[in-house]
């Protein structure tokens, strides 16, 4: 099989085994010069384990999903810092966001979404207790002004 021959050229030169290391060394090694292609490798479950078996890289992402399974824990809401410097360097956040799994960045949005909600909620209570603040001081000054207007008439009389 010319991927064996080819991922063993690869491990005995000490290359990399790579899938387009072997559709480019293939052509080569094949006496019909057509050498091997990307999508024949992975649809040939026997051509595709070999392939797994030498690859240092298939590898090395194998063991970075595997450590990254590892270290993922349930991320609570007060695990995530909410304090957003408005000053703050947007690139070092976009990649830190970038280096992120997809349900890291879900939970993210979803406890930054759930702040988000909150803050309005308390901007709303808190604008309603200003009105009736406002309401309640005009009314007490109406009244202490109608006090002073009666105290006026009765020391008039």
Known sequence: MLVKATVNHLVDEGQTVTLEAICRISLALDPEGRGVKKSAILENPEAHAYYRQHSTSYLAAKNRKRQATRREKPLKQSALPLRIDPNRDVERVRYRYLQMT????????????????????????????????????????????????????????
């Open 102 to 157: 997809k349900p890291e960045i879900v939970e993210r949005l979803l406890t930054v979404e759930q702040a988000y909600a909150d803050l309005h909620q308390q901007l709303a209570h808190l604008q309603f207790q200003l009105f009736e603040g406002e309401q309640q001081r005009e009314e007490e000054q109406q009244q202490a002004r109608h006090q002073s207007q009666r105290k006026g008439e009765h020391q008039e009389a």
